[in-house]
């Protein structure tokens, strides 16, 4: 057993909590700027057992309606395609987006209206397309009251190496990597002092990325961030039709339909299709949680609109959600301590984002403002009274 003297203390300028995408992308901009940086990770790195895990995630320039990412959105897109230049790593592969809407009782479709017009907003655009040319064009089966619309500008971020670029030009910019180190508890003050079994960290600034296990760890700095752990079914389902394209997909009908869907760009010859909402877990124990009705739920939804795909998944696997009640994410500082700095709730939207995010959280750690307004992302929107 290490007796007191033989304890690691570690000391830097700016230490990160979390080897998440969000975390990996502020770390890579702190060491960018020069700051002597340390990114920490509760499990070896790479790992499956957050949010970031996998092969692809959807990327678009347009925001679908919410004003407050319009730039993020943007900056977010341009960044990503700068880390592919910057590193030579095929980062972003294009695939056009399928926005589909009903007009039925109670539902008017406006929500594809909302697309059109983020689309054009953006600079790219929009194709609207009848039902009967969208099931033709893309092997749907969608019925006469759907609407479609096509996003040109979408494609596929191949997340697995994202992640990795991100942490190999940290290191390469001087950064360094504790992985298998859990955070036990974080002393906030003008040195900040992160503890685990392992040692100590000290640092002048912390940045806190820790996805689904943010209750906890931000709960023990008195910051009570609203989220919840949902654990997501991945489903990757055979091709039957050769000749479907490759696209990404949106379902905006309504909540019980919204479906999402990438191409085989993962194993070529599934297509990946996901329903957007999971079951509630803890994070540590997520294989607790039986999937079976939301599994069947996805073959119902395959069956009635994707006669392209076998109605059975061939390969499952899951993923981590982490959820706020308005389902936006949280980026800000310590109400009193402002070298602390954190972003959570990023639930199943927030990879596209994670550039800049994490510019953003890099230069409030440094004690800058961000370049871009994050306001409508702070945490005393929830708290804020409704007089
Ligand atoms: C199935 C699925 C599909 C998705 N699809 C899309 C998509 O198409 N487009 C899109 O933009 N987004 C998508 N997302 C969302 C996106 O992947 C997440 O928003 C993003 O990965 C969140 O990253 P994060 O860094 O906040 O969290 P995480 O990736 O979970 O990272 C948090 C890290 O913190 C570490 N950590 C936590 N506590 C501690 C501690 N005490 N000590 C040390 N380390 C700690 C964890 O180990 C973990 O590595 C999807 C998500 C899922 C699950």
């Known amino acids: 057993m290490a007796n007191h003297k033989e304890e690691m203390i570690l000391e830097c300028e700016v230490v990160v909590v979390g080897g998440g ?3 990996s992308s502020a770390a890579h901009y702190l060491a960018e700027y020069g700051r002597d940086t340390v990114l920490i990770d509760q499990f070896p790195l790479p790992h499956t057992r957050g949010s970031s895990g996998g092969h692809t995630r959807i990327t678009r320039l347009a925001n679908y309606g919410d004003p407050a990412l319009t730039a993020i959105m943007k900056e977010s897109f341009d960044r990503w395609l700068q880390l592919e230049r910057q590193s030579g790593v095929n980062l972003f592969r294009p695939a056009p987006l399928l926005a589909v809407g009903s007009v039925s009782s109670g539902n008017t479709g406006h929500e594809l209206d909302n697309v059109m017009a983020s689309i054009h907003a953006s600079g790219s655009t929009p194709e609207a397309l009848d039902v009967a040319s969208a099931n033709r064009r893309f092997r749907t089966s969608f019925p006469s009251n759907y ?78 961030v609203p989220v919840r752990a949902e654990k997501i079914g991945v489903y990757y389902w055979k091709l039957r039709d050769p000749k479907t394209p490759a696209f990404t997909f949106i379902d905006l009908s309504s909540p019980e339909n919204h479906f999402y869907a990438l191409p085989d760009y993962e194993y070529p010859g599934y297509m990946k299709l996901c329903y957007h ?8 124990e997520r294989d ?3 999937m079976s009705t939301v599994q069947r739920k996805a073959e119902e939804y395959v069956k009635r609109f994707f006669p392209c795909l076998e109605p059975k998944p061939s390969v499952v696997e899951s993923c981590m959600y982490t959820i706020t009640p308005d389902n936006n994410f949280v980026l800000d500082r310590h109400p009193q301590h402002h070298n602390l700095v954190f972003g959570a709730g990023f639930s199943g939207t927030g990879f596209k984002i994670a550039p800049a995010c994490g510019e953003a959280l890099a230069k409030m750690a440094m004690g800058s403002q961000p370049q871009l307004d994050f306001s409508s992302f702070s945490l005393d929107r929830f708290y804020r009274s409704k007089l």
């Open 288 to 290: 607790k949680v039986d």
């Open 277 to 284: 909402a999971g079951l509630r877990t803890d994070p540590d």
């Open 21 to 23: 995408v969000m975390g």
């Open 147 to 224: 609407r479609a619309v096509v996003d040109p500008s979408a494609g596929v971020l191949m997340a697995d190496k994202c992640l990795k670029t991100l942490q190999s030009l940290f290191v390469s910019n001087g950064g360094r990597v504790l992985d298998g180190w859990p955070v036990t508890s974080i002393s906030p003050g003008d040195t900040v002092e992160l503890r685990g079994p392992k040692g100590r960290v000290r640092a002048k600034a912390a940045v806190i990325c820790p996805g689904p296990w943010a209750g906890p760890l931000l709960g023990g700095l008195g910051v009570q």
